[in-house]
């Protein structure tokens, strides 16, 4: 029988460290499983070692292994609405395949009508299908309803797009 344990991580979004070392050393002595990086641009320009730089990426990995630690996820800056532009989603697919990160968050900040959804996310839908990372819509703004959520997952029809549920959000706004 296999057991599946629940981790627990934390965002990056307010904490600072001189180095990804750093993070990886403060997310081990506080006993987490592993670190959200919340702004990847961020990362690479404050860290010389950033799991995000290719010519380090090994030896980032490798601190991560040691630590028995990992990054879930990491946050795609842009919010998704009329002006969202599909390749920085794209640039943030290819960071977390780059760094073996599962998926990258993303948010809605309107529902668009189904073309243009589909317009907008198919290209980086294929290059997250392509390189094996998941694109995981955050259950916040107009995707606090899981109806909302399960409409747009429907919509494209692939495992590649899963749910990071903001659990506060859906009890406390969709009252689920």
């Known amino acids: 029988m296999k057991v599946i344990s629940m981790k627990f991580s934390f965002s990056d979004s307010i904490v600072n460290t001189s180095s990804f070392v750093g993070l990886c050393n403060l997310t081990q002595e506080y006993g987490f499983d592993g670190v959200e990086i ?8 404050n860290h010389t070692d950033s799991i995000f ?25 842009q919010i998704i609405d009329k002006n969202f532009d599909c390749a920085v989603l794209t640039k943030y697919i290819e960071y977390a395949s ?8 993303v948010q809605f900040g309107e529902l668009l009508e189904d073309v243009k959804l589909k317009e ?10 392509d390189n094996g990372v998941s694109i995981l819509l955050e259950t916040s703004g107009p995707l606090v309803n899981t109806e909302k959520v399960l409409d747009v997952i429907n919509l494209f029809g692939t495992a590649t797009i899963k ?12 009252n689920e």
């Open 120 to 129: 907008i996310l198919t290209p980086a839908i294929k290059v997250a299908e």
């Open 38 to 45: 919340s702004n990847v641009e961020k990362e690479i320009s």
């Open 98 to 105: 780059l760094a073996s990160v599962s998926g990258v968050i």
């Open 53 to 77: 730089r290719a010519s380090v990426t090994v030896d980032a990995k490798r601190k991560l292994v040691n630590r028995h630690i990992s990054i879930p996820v990491i946050v795609c800056p």
């Open 163 to 174: 749910v990071c549920w903001n659990i506060r959000q859906t009890y406390f706004l969709a």
